[in-house]
């Protein structure tokens, strides 16, 4: 069995598995999260495809499953974090400190001068992981996603 904190670059191949866990992970918080939020959140495996195409992605595998995955968009110098999901099963074992960390030494390597990323207040545990690393708080939008309060963290890079 692999340590399931082994991080690598996602393939194409994996827009099925990766599809799968956005989707259990989503559904956890039906009740939460308007309807559109979270279903923005759930590529369909040919979307996941689509997404792969355009950005950055890494997964943390355990026995060849995909347990928790995490985007990354290099834009203008920065670079913005983008749908962190692991599943359940796995949380609270570094997994989240490890994909986070991924990116912040992708985004290094590749000169950016911050890592950015949009949360929902809701979202403690991946908040208290952000800051936990650096992140700081530096904005706050109003019902920005289908009604949701969005908050802004950054890491700026030294």
Known sequence: MNDPTSIRLARSTDAEQISRLYKDVWDEYRDEFPDELRISRQPSPEEMKTWLGRETYFVAVDDDEIVGVVGCIMEHGACLLTHMAIEKAYRRRGIGTALTNTVIQHAKSN??????LDTVPILREAISLYK???FLKSGHLKRHFWGADVELYELVLT
């Open 111 to 116: 000169g950016a001068f911050k890592v950015w």
């Open 132 to 134: 936990k690393l650096g």
